[in-house]
């Protein structure tokens, strides 16, 4: 009798002689761009270092894709745009020490964000492992713990034999639900030092699925069955599930109008008679949200942003659909289903009865009629207009990518995103200085559309540094700064809080003169010719700078009481 277990790969006969006889000068740098590759990698993003050189220097010898940037933070945030628009795991190359540690807030990022990164980081020689200071260049007592917080799995590698292993254990962590970042780290002397060890031909490493648990699936589908005023919450889980069509299909077998979050922007048609849009910080919704008497949340843990500041109260029935379990139930006692969205929507599908409520599109129109009303009563006609002009200029295929700053926040809210998995932001993490770095990390995923990166005079400080990068791979990126002379929503903020502002007020460059400094063309705007200007921008090839000088407000909030 043969078992399953019993079964192995053979080689092939071209493989044994690969084994037998690999090629010349190579290192254990070559195992890991070799294992990479097997894996499916095609580009890979990055800082060289001392310590990782022997990784560059194999570079020189495999068929990746190599993007290089300025700093390893922008690296990370390019590394987690690829990871996102594309689904798969972008390898991301650092080296010890300070390298390691600049990259730490766009791995919180792509951790926030669920991006699927691959951090490979050199390490001191394998004699300065264990915490004893030898005191080597780069050396930190336990490299890896100032990670183990913030990603998903740590892998440490102490001998070449390990590195195959290593990476294919941290790509199948990365790319299993929920995604995330992973941390492989490889000393340098292993990475230097030349191989005896046949050339890695193959990875297998896909990663698991999450499938719900069909008694509780069978709960939720009666639930929703016999709902009254079911309501729907999409997040970005639904997004990274690919689960869009199907949430779609899921609202409208139910009559069960939808809300997306700022993560799940996309994931449910803005003009479809169903959707309550991505109004989240406004009293309408979060009153509308909580009369559900069955609410079902769809990839989101209702956190902060999501609940209105926590103000949100739900008075119904939630079910939540949550593939971090760690998010399961956090906020909101739950019929909790730990499961991949994908999979959860499509077990409601088979098992969920039909139910008509003519009712439902006539309250989604009440309440978006609600939220416009509020917003027009108070006089951002400049704010609506500029978020009109993006959004008219941007191609409906195109990306987007969004820094923390007040267009962003209007954004989050306001913005047709026009299909799933094209608006991206730092929500997540909100730190400032993704956006820029992040689009070119789209725009080396598919250079074939242009993609708009949108970021405030004060985030757009953090990746001036990447106008060389852009320029350098042509990237075809148009950068939107909006230019209010410091951090304006920080200045907000201050002055509704304490009366007066500190520390909010920045001397700028000529953002326009500075682009041109790097080869990139840049253009001043104002409000009225934003459109042309920026449609004009994107339509170019290669990189671009469109300087909007603004001060623009934010709507007022509804979770202060």
Partial sequence: MTHDHDLVLRPTPAQTEAALNPPPGRTGGDLVVETLAGLGATTVFG??????????????????????????????????????????AAPLLLSTGPGALTSLAALQEAAAASAPVLAICSQVPVAGLGGGRRGYLHELPDQAASFRGVVKSVHTVRAQSQIPSAIEAAWKSALTAPHGPVWVEIPQDVLSAATPIPAV?????????????????????????????????????????????????????????????FGGKGAFPWNHPLSLRSWLEDRHTTDFLEDADVLLVVGSG??????????????????????????????????????????????????VDERRDPAAPERARDLLAKVADRIAAQELTLEEEVLASVRGALPADSPSFWDMTILAYWAWSAFDAKGPNTMHSAQGAGGLGYAFPAALG?????????????????????????????????????????????????REYMTDAFGSTTSTELT??????????????????????????????????????????????????????
């Avoid at 509780?216 to 919450?233: F, H, M, W, Y």
């Avoid at 060389?468 to 230019?483: F, K, M, N």
């Avoid at 790097?518 to 001043?524: K, T």
């Fill in 47 to 88: 800082l060289p270092g001392q310590h990782a050189l022997g990784v560059f220097d194999a570079l020189r010898r495999s068929s990746l894709r190599y993007v290089g940037l300025r700093v390893e933070n922008n690296a990370g945030f390019a590394a987690d745009a690829y990871g996102r628009v594309t689904g798969e």
């Fill in 302 to 351: 209702l956190g902060e942003l999501s609940s209105n500041y926590h103000t949100f109260a739900p008075r119904g029935r939630v079910i939540q659909i949550e593939a971090d379990l760690g998010k399961l139930e956090a906020n909101h006692p739950a019929l909790g289903i730990h499961a991949d969205a994908r999979l959860a929507l499509q077990a409601l599908l088979e098992t």
């Fill in 442 to 490: 789209a725009a080396a995923a598919d250079p074939t559309r242009p993609v708009l990166a949108v970021s405030g005079d004060g985030g757009a400080m953090y990746s001036i540094a990447e106008l060389a990068t852009a320029r350098q791979h042509d990237l075809p990126v148009t950068w939107l700064i909006v230019d209010d002379g410091g951090y304006g929503i920080l």
């Fill in 201 to 261: 031909t193959v990875g297998d490493a896909f990663p698991g699925e999450l499938p719900p648990r069909p008694e509780l699936t069978a709960v939720a589908a009666d639930l929703l069955s016999r709902a009254e005023r079911p309501a729907i919450v999409a997040g970005g889980g639904v997004i990274r599930a690919d689960a869009s069509g199907k949430l779609r299909k899921l609202a409208e077998r139910l009559d069960a109008p939808v809300v997306t979050t």
């Fill in 508 to 561: 700028v460059p000529d953002f326009v003169t500075l682009a041109e400094s790097f080869g990139v063309p840049g253009v001043r705007t104002t409000p009225k010719t934003l459109r042309a200007d920026l449609a004009r921008a994107l339509a170019a090839p290669g990189p671009s700078v469109v300087v909007l000088p603004a001060v623009l407000r934010m709507f007022a909030p509804t979770h202060l009481g």
